[in-house]
């Protein structure tokens, strides 16, 4: 028992060492980029003001936004106006799922405890743990199916269960793409809208983000009646 505690406390102190090292060097990163996160235009200029590497750059604001739980909504959007919907949506895609990969070993090997401690809701967590030793890679679909499902909160959950990274990272990635293309088409047709080229494109974006994230909903009202 006592070489038991001595190594769960070891462990620990391992967790808070490299805790501090990655807070250490994502510290700097998020205070110069993240307050861009919340202002569009500069997002917009700061971007296209680096070339060729505006897409890196891109993609490492989605991973450090996601890994300290800062909603990547706008990014993506800003994606669709700076690279349009394909290359938007893709790197996007990209930017996010490793996200959610740092997200996820974030909680599972240096957050753990405060994590515990965010999660107040045992019950949800229970029900993430059972779902993943049934059916791993579906539920992992499933849950992030819903472009309106909480993406950073669920990342820290998912590091809490035994999961493993595989079919977490596969699943997300799939299970986003639905949510990714939504968000980068709102800002293709916003951008159109405001050069002129109308407001349908902008309102059938919109239309078919409601639906995506309505459909879970409707899927299990029509479960309950069956």
């Not at 800062?70 to 893709?90: K, Q």
């Not at 990969?101 to 809701?121: E, K, T």
Request: aromatic fraction near 12%.
């Amino acid at each position: 028992m006592l070489q038991e505690g001595l190594r769960h406390r070891q462990v620990k102190g391992r967790r808070r060492l490299l805790a501090g090292i990655v807070g250490v060097l994502l510290l700097p990163f998020a205070i110069r980029y993240v307050p861009l996160l919340f202002d569009q235009m500069h997002l917009v200029q700061f971007v296209q003001s680096h070339g060729l590497w505006g897409a890196i750059i891109f993609i490492l604001l989605h991973i450090v936004a996601t890994m300290l739980g800062v909603p990547g909504v706008i990014l993506t959007i800003v994606g669709g106006v700076l690279f349009g919907l394909l290359w938007g949506s893709f790197l996007s895609l990209i930017g996010a799922t490793l996200g959610a990969m740092g997200a996820f070993w974030m909680a599972r090997y240096l957050l753990l405890d405060w994590a515990q401690r965010r999660v107040r809701d045992r019950k949800l967590l229970c029900t993430f743990n059972q779902a993943v030793l049934q059916h791993p890679f579906s539920f992992v679909l499933i849950v992030r199916f819903a472009p309106i499902s909480p993406f950073n909160l669920v990342n820290f959950l998912f590091g809490m269960t035994t999961i493993h990274w595989l079919p977490y990272g596969l699943g997300t990635l799939i299970g986003i793409i639905p949510g990714a293309i939504a968000y980068t088409w709102i800002g293709v047709a916003g951008n159109d809208a405001m050069h002129g080229k109308g407001p349908w494109p902008l309102v059938i974006a919109c239309t078919c983000l409601a639906v995506l994230s309505a459909m879970p909903l409707l899927l299990r009202k029509r479960q309950s009646f069956n």
